[in-house]
């Protein structure tokens, strides 16, 4: 059985207002009919066009929002049926980084806050040891801990994505799924938040949705990939297969239309 498992997941929206007025008739199926599964450890990088459907997706298996139908396991567990108490127990397992390290953080809150909200919501820990998991959290992105009294708007989008992260991080999740987290980051910067990922991965034995329009960034940290086009995935393989020998021309134009990640 496969750590996480999706079957025929479709998210269907109905088409809103025309431009002339009224009601436009339609739907849109951002995800269509889309089945795969993730091992336990690996990562399942999921890379296609803006529009592709690939971040719906993402949200999709961590019940963000709601399918149409389909089905979803984490670990054996009915991700859809559970009740507000397992969601709420399943949140704990399952994190994700979102792609806008400016717009996801809360100016109005320390980094301090950021980082230990989840424990707050959650856990229930004293202050001192919120704080003591926060240190720890930013020296694991690669902060020093007296970054922890500032403001998110006083870093830079590579340090706000590390402090992303560190609260994704904070409950010890075991399934993250990180949307897009280097499309806002310039390649140098993006390129160490990839190596980043890497080492938490090992350090913290997590499994990883990796979603991303650059096949060159997939193709440095997935072991798998699958490629998603129209809401479809039109090909699955190993990084080998499906960069040096892919079956479909989409595929082929992804990986010609993108510069290689150096660093």
Do not use: C, W
């Not at 980084?97 to 950021?114: H, K, Y």
């Not at 949705?209 to 129209?230: C, D, E, N, Q």
């Not at 020998?245 to 993108?258: D, G, H, I, K, N």
């Amino acid at each position: 059985m496969a750590f996480v498992e999706v079957r025929d997941l479709i998210k269907i929206y109905p088409l809103g207002e025309s431009a002339l007025g009224g009601r436009a008739h339609g739907e849109v199926r951002a995800v269509d009919g889309v089945s795969l599964d993730i091992a336990a450890g690996e990562t399942l990088g999921v890379v296609g066009e803006s529009g592709s459907g690939k971040s719906t997706l993402g949200r999709l298996i961590l019940r963000l929002i709601e399918p149409s139908s389909g089905s979803i396991r984490f670990d054996g567990q009915d991700v859809l049926a559970a009740g507000r108490s397992e969601m709420r127990r399943l949140r704990r397992d399952m994190q994700i980084v979102f792609q806008d390290p400016f717009g996801s953080l809360d100016p109005r809150m320390t980094v301090a806050d950021i980082v230990t909200e989840p424990l707050v919501i959650h856990n229930g820990a004293g202050r001192e040891a919120r704080m003591q998991t926060a240190a720890e959290l930013m020296r694991a992105v690669g902060l020093d801990p007296s970054v922890l009294r500032r403001y998110a708007h006083e870093f830079s989008g590579g340090q706000r994505q590390r402090i992303g992260i560190a609260r994704a991080l904070a409950l010890k999740p075991r399934f993250i799924v990180a949307d897009e987290p280097v499309s806002a980051l310039d390649v140098s910067v993006g390129a160490q938040i990839v190596n980043l990922l890497a080492d938490l991965q090992r350090q913290f034995k997590l499994t990883y949705l990796f979603i991303s329009h650059s096949m060159p960034v997939v193709r440095y940290l997935a072991t798998r990939i699958a490629v998603m086009k129209s809401g479809k995935i039109v090909e699955v393989g190993t990084v080998e297969q499906v960069t040096t020998r892919p079956q479909e021309p989409y595929t082929r134009s992804l990986l010609e239309a993108t510069p290689e990640l150096k660093g």
